[in-house]
Structure formats: C-alpha cells, structure tokens
T-cell receptor
C-alpha cells in the first residue's frame, strides 16, 4: 500500500494568503522527504526537500516542516500566487535510498 | 539544455498492440526513472537505472512491461501486448547521483489503449 499519503485532496485559497499542504508518511526509515509541484500538462518539478534529522527548512516563499513524532510533513507557501496553482506531491526515498515514493497529491487552487 | 525529452507525447493504440515509449535524459545524469501516473494510483515508480544498469524493477506491473537503457542518452519502455488498463501518463525522469532527490521530469507520454 501507499507509504506516503495526503490529508486533503484539494485546497482553495485567495491570492496573497498563506497555504499549508499536509502529508502523512508511514516509513520511519526514510532519510529524505521531498515536495514536488506538478502544473497541468507537465511533469512534476522539485520544490524543496528536508532530511529526516531536521525539523524545518526554508526556501524562497516555501517552508517545509517535519514532525517525526506523528510522521507528518507540511509545505507552507507564503503569499500564494495564481502561478502556485498546481498539484503538490510529497515523496520519500525508497529503502534503497535513491528512488522516490510519491503520495497521491493535493490540488492547490489560487483565486485572484 | 533541452531537459528530459520523451516521445511520443501522445499515443493511441488498440488492445494487443505493442507500444514503445522513448526517453532521452539530461546529458550527464546518472539516474533514469520511469513512472506511471493515473488518477487511481497516482505517480508510481516502475523502474530505475543507474549508469544504464537497472537497479530496481519491482514496480513493473507484469511481464508485459520491459525497459532498456542501451546507452547513457536513451531509454525505452515497452508494453507488449498492451491492455486498456495500461492507459496512463508515463513519465521519464533523470537526476545526478550527488543530488538524486532533484529529479527532472520529462513532459510525459499520454497513452490510451482502446
């Protein structure tokens, strides 16, 4: 079965709001957790990753939080823009370490 | 760089026919991955290669699926015979070994088996 999953399938926000996309995982042995973004008609695109020994990592307008106690991962997008509208996937590395297992995805819709 | 190139972009075929999907990874990348995406099952890893050698094919659905990587710049995913349940978008991705988490995906091949 799926070892990585999403709490909510869709999220609708207004432009300028902050967005939080959540993900639950079940494999405690994963070393890395990664977020990808997939725009309509395109392949997924890497956003940010976090190592399992970290709690938080920040990028440009994005922050990933990792709570290993409850096996929860979240992606926060600040000042969400219409261009952020996409499907967001969380992923974790496979037991071999160099491939990824993707969750089902959350659709983010940003309205102006 | 042109990015990962996949062909064809769209394929419509009839059940029982052979389908061959092609991928050209980014030059210099060590890893190549094949994924399948459907609404029901999401994005599934089928197989991946490291330096042209298959590392893990446990995601390949059944013997009807096969993948090859004859050289560093080309890979194929073949389905023979194809079935309607194989209809999906097939993605190829590549990455550098030292930053393997950053996979670069191609535009995908949308396959419809009638």
């Amino acid at each position: 079965g799926e070892s990585v999953g999403l709490h909510l399938p869709t999220l609708s926000v207004q432009e300028g709001d902050n967005s939080i996309i959540n993900c639950a995982y079940s494999n405690s042995a994963s070393d890395y957790f990664i977020w990808y973004k997939q725009e309509s008609g395109k392949g997924p695109q890497f956003i940010i990753d976090i190592r399992s020994n970290m709690d938080k990592r920040q990028g440009q307008r994005v922050t990933v939080l990792l709570n290993k106690t409850v096996k929860h991962l979240s992606l926060q997008i600040a000042a969400t823009q219409p261009g952020d509208s996409a499907v967001y996937f969380c992923a974790e590395n496979t037991p071999h370490g160099t491939a990824l297992i993707f969750g089902k995805g959350t659709t983010l819709s940003v309205s102006s | 760089d042109a990015g990962v190139i996949q062909s064809p972009r769209h394929e419509v075929t009839e059940m029982g026919q052979e389908v061959t999907l092609r991928c050209k990874p980014i030059s210099g990348h060590d890893y190549l991955f094949w994924y399948r995406q459907t609404m029901m099952r999401g994005l599934e890893l089928l197989i991946y290669f490291n330096n042209n050698v298959p590392i893990d094919d446990s995601g390949m659905p059944e013997d009807r699926f096969s993948a090859k990587m004859p050289n560093a710049s080309f890979s194929t995913l073949k389905i023979q015979p194809s079935e309607p349940r194989d209809s999906a978008v097939y993605f190829c991705a590549s990455s550098l070994a030292r930053v393997w988490k950053t996979q670069y995906f191609g535009p995908g091949t949308r396959l419809l088996v009638l």
